[in-house]
């Protein structure tokens, strides 16, 4: 039997066994290095690869960005670290601008291979711009892949297909999972683009990603009279519409779950594609359990932003009964 690991050290096991098979990796990022990065996802590879492999930078999102921009026009495959997703947007001039465009710019001359980390959301008290969850402005960019990990073994394999991948990757991790759960890294064929149904059910279609997963099980388990299936996205964009379409349309009935604002967030891209190809199959309006159109509250307010078991059980409860 193998090791149980936290979903960070499933994330640092999967950059050491890339970097171990291919030279072509790099980390940079701000204290990836000698301290291990600020969840010590990086800790202990600045020894294992050299200093040229995993870099210090200074303070400057947009220039870590930038440099990996020119590392992977060159053929290099860097994994860049920010610190929080809430420090990106220092760098989304050069995520949209370069990151996402270079190869179509170049009609495929130049590669950009990379993969750029970011732990995200709420749920662990933190402080104002490090508990967003703001999938969405990377989803809503053309020419960028959005993976979201739920479990440790996910979040090793799809960080290796992510690496592989030869499409620029955002890839984000939930950072109120880091150290809460543990699991073995069990053998998986997933590709990127593709749902896990986790549960199956054929009554109703619950829809969820990241550390919303655990949130979602709680509340299925509390409703043992009703028959839940289970989806995990896993990857956002492109995200599983065949996967999601036909569960709904088996099922008829639709709850969705993220911690992103409920304005123009997955869940409304999500709702748009099953009004058009699943609506004759509808037995109840589809209904979202999100945050709040409002800014991520402090420490006391916080749990009372986020989508809660009591929230998704109250959600699936009148989609039942509808």
Known sequence: MSEKLTLVHAVSQ?????????????????????CGGVFRATEGLQEKFGKERVLDTPLAEAGIVGCAVGMAINGLKPIVEMQFSGFSYQAFYQIEQ???????????????????????GGGVRAFEHHSESRETYFVHT???????????????????????????????????????????LNQSDQTLGQAKV???????????????????EQAIANLPQYSIELIDLQTLSPWDENCVVESVKKNGRAVLVHEAPKTLGMGSEIIASLMEKAFLYLQAPIKRVTGYD?????????????????????AIEETMTF
């Open 142 to 184: 053309p020419g960028l892949k959005v993976v979201i990990p739920s479990t440790p073994s996910n979040a090793y394999h799809l960080l290796l297909e992510s690496i592989k991948d030869p499409n620029p990757v955002i890839f984000m991790e939930p950072k109120r999972l880091y150290r809460s759960v543990k699991s073995e």
């Open 98 to 120: 370069h990151v996402a465009r270079y190869h179509n710019r170049t009609r495929g001359l130049y590669p950009m291979s990379m993969v750029i980390r970011m732990p995200y």
């Open 14 to 34: 999967a950059l050491h066994d890339a970097m171990s098979k291919d030279d072509d990796i790099l980390i940079l990022g701000q204290d990836v290095g000698k």
């Open 294 to 314: 409002a800014i991520m509250p402090y420490y006391q307010l916080e749990n009372a932003y986020l989508p809660s078991v009591e929230k998704v059980v109250s």
């Open 198 to 216: 986790l549960q199956e059910g054929n009554q109703l279609t619950l829809i969820a990603y990241g550390a919303m997963i655990p949130v979602c």
